[in-house]
C-alpha cells in the first residue's frame, strides 16, 4: 500500500497523518473493531480473509452512506504465539482489499495482546448533496436490498456445526462453499452505494451488519416510520434455499435476522424505484424491492403471500452490541 | 460530550460519520490502542484515569504535530464481569478530557472482549505552514524539551513494586503520588505544541512515548542527523531526584529511556531559541535546552559535565511496538 497519493503530507511515520481534505467534498469517517472469539475464530478463519473482511466491513460503511473510500488506519493487537507467516497473511488480505479499491494506509498502532484484535478506522469523502442517512424514509417509499440476504447467517451456521472438523474447508459442495464465504469473505456494496448516491435515488440507507430486521428498525426508527416487508419477495440464493432446513427449522428466519449480510438495505421514493431498478440491470447489479415504508404507527411487520402476517421467532442480532454507527 | 459542532452533520447513531472538512486547513488522523494486561493492569489503573490518558496520549501526538484536536471515534472492547459503573467511569475519564480540549465523540464501535481494550482514533487541523514533522532537523539546532523526564517511568516502577498493595494508591507521600499520578494521567502538551507551532519555532518535533533516547533517534532518522544530549541538563523533577535511586541503580536511566513521558521534544534553530525561550516564560510553561542537533555520522551521544561520554545501560522502550506514528 504505497503512498502515492498527493493528498497525503505524512502518513505512516510521523506521529499522525496529514491529510488534505477535500475540496468541494465532505469527510466520512467510519471505525470498526474486531475481537478473536467474539467476531471470529481462528479455528475456521484464515489470515488472507479475515485481513479482507476486516477492511470489507469498514467499506460497507461507507457505502451505506453513499461515499468514496480512501484512507485507513489500522490498529492491530496480535498474540506473540501466532507465526510470522500468520500476520503477513493478514496484511496480505488487508492489502488485496485495499488495492481492489485503491485505499492508502495513513496510520496505526501494532501492540502485544492476549485476542487477536483488529481496528480499523476509514476515512471516506462524499459530495454534501449526495450523502444517505438513516433518517429521510417517507411512507410509501419502497425499501430493496442489494443481493441476497441469509447466506452469511448460513454460512456461519454451518462452520459452527462443523466445529472441530477442518474439512468443511475443502468441501466440494458448491453450496456450502458459496454460503461459508459470504460469511468468511463478505463484499462491500461500493459500487451500489455510490449507483444510488450519485443518481440521489434514496431517501435512507443502511449496510445490513445485524440482520434485515433490525437494520430497517434503524432507519424507521430514525425515519420516524414503519414498514411491512413482503415475505416472498425476499432475495434468497438457491444455495440458500437447498441448504437452510438441514440447519434451522426456519426458512426466513435466519435471512431476516442473520446479520453479517453486508447488503445496503434503502427506501426510495416510488416514482424513482423504475429508475433504480433499471440502473443496476444495466450495471449487472443486484437489487430487489422487499417492501414498503409506512407510517409510524404501522410498525415493522412481515406479511406471507396469503395476506396472513408472519410473525419470526427471533428478533435482530445484537448481542450487547451498540455499533456507534 | 453533546454534538454541538456545526461541522459534524452526522455523529454517532449512522453509519459513518459526516464532517465538514476545515477550509484553509489541513486534517491530522492518529490512532492509539491500549490493552488490559499490556498497556495496563486493572490491579491499580481506576477507570476515569485509564479514560483520560487513553485521550490524552492521542492528543499527544496531535499536539507533537502542532495541531488542534477536534473529533474523535471509540473503539471498545469490554468483559463482561466489568461491573456497569466501572464502564460508566471509564466514559467519565474520557469525557473530562474531551470537555476540556473541546473534542466532539463523533463515531464507535463496542464489543465484547477477554481484556478491556480502547481504541481512540483522533482527528485534528492544522494550517499547512505550521505543521511540525519528526524530519527537518538540522545541526546546530538546539534540542528541547518540555516539562521533564522520567517521572512517568518511576511511577510505573514504583506502582509494580508494590503489586498486590493497593494502599499504594493512597499513598500520603507527596513525591509517590506525583510520580504515579504522571505515570496515570499524562498530560498532552497541546497548548505547548500550539505555541511552537504558530511561531514556526520547531525544525522537528514528536511527543515522548518510547523514552528521550528513542523518540530523540526517530528524529535523527528522519532528519538525517546526529545529536549531542548534556545529561545534567536533562529536566528531572524534585521528586525523581529524590525517590529514583530507591527503586533503580542509575539516576539517569529511567529519564532517557523510561517511556510514557509524553512530552514534546522538539528541535529548534539557534536564531530562534531565545524567542522560544521567552515566550514559553511568557506563557508559564516549562521548556529546557537540553543538547544540539549534529552530523549524522556523529550519531546519538550523551555527554556529563566534565566532558566524559555517558554510556547508558538501556536502550529506548520497544516491545514489539511499532506505532506506526
Given at each position: 500500500m504505497p503512498l502515492t497519493d498527493s493528498n497525503i503530507a505524512a502518513g505512516i511515520g510521523d506521529d499522525a497523518a496529514v491529510m488534505k481534505p477535500p475540496t468541494r467534498s465532505i469527510c466520512l469517517v467510519t471505525t470498526d473493531i474486531l475481537i478473536e472469539d467474539i467476531h471470529f475464530t481462528l479455528d475456521y478463519t484464515d489470515p488472507i480473509r479475515l485481513g479482507k473482511k476486516a477492511l470489507s466491513i469498514n467499506l460497507s460503511d461507507i457505502a451505506a452512506m453513499g461515499g468514496t473510500p480512501q484512507y485507513f488506519l489500522l490498529s492491530m493487537g496480535l498474540p506473540l504465539h501466532l507465526p510470522f507467516r500468520w500476520v503477513e497473511e493478514l496484511f496480505q488480505g488487508i492489502q488485496q482489499v485495499a488495492e481492489r479499491y485503491n485505499l492508502s494506509l495513513i496510520g496505526g498502532d501494532t501492540s502485544l495482546a492476549r485476542k487477536v484484535t483488529i481496528n480499523i478506522t476509514l476515512i471516506g469523502r462524499g459530495k454534501a448533496g449526495e450523502i444517505t442517512y438513516r433518517k429521510g424514509a417517507q411512507p410509501g417509499d419502497q425499501i430493496m436490498v442489494t443481493g441476497t440476504l441469509g447466506?452469511?447467517?448460513?454460512?456461519?451456521?454451518?462452520?459452527?456445526?462443523?466445529?472441530?472438523?477442518s474439512s468443511i474447508s475443502r468441501t466440494e459442495?458448491?453450496?456450502?462453499?458459496?454460503?461459508?464465504?459470504?460469511?468468511?469473505?463478505p463484499i462491500?456494496?461500493?459500487?451500489?452505494?455510490?449507483?444510488?448516491?450519485?443518481?440521489?435515488?434514496?431517501?435512507?440507507?443502511?449496510?445490513?451488519?445485524?440482520?434485515?430486521?433490525?437494520?430497517?428498525?434503524?432507519?424507521l426508527e430514525e425515519s420516524h416510520a414503519g414498514a411491512k416487508i413482503w415475505v416472498s419477495q425476499l432475495p434468497l440464493s438457491e444455495a440458500y434455499r437447498r441448504k437452510v432446513l438441514h440447519y434451522t427449522s426456519s426458512e426466513i428466519d435466519l435471512a431476516i435476522s442473520g446479520g453479517e449480510d453486508y447488503e445496503l438495505l434503502l427506501t426510495t421514493p416510488r416514482k424513482k424505484g423504475e429508475k433504480l431498478l433499471g440502473l443496476f440491470k444495466k450495471s449487472g447489479l443486484k437489487i430487489t424491492p422487499i417492501g414498503e415504508i409506512a407510517d409510524s404507527r404501522y410498525g415493522l411487520r412481515l406479511f406471507l403471500d396469503d395476506g396472513r402476517e408472519y410473525r419470526p421467532m427471533v428478533k435482530g442480532y445484537d448481542h450487547f452490541k451498540n455499533r456507534g454507527k
Open positions: 447466506n452469511a447467517a448460513l454460512g456461519l451456521r454451518i462452520l459452527e456445526s462443523h466445529k472441530g472438523d459442495d458448491n453450496d456450502l462453499t458459496e454460503l461459508i464465504e459470504k460469511h468468511l469473505s462491500p456494496r461500493i459500487a451500489e452505494g455510490r449507483l444510488i448516491a450519485k443518481n440521489h435515488l434514496a431517501s435512507a440507507m443502511i449496510d445490513i451488519s445485524d440482520g434485515l430486521m433490525a437494520d430497517l428498525g434503524h432507519i
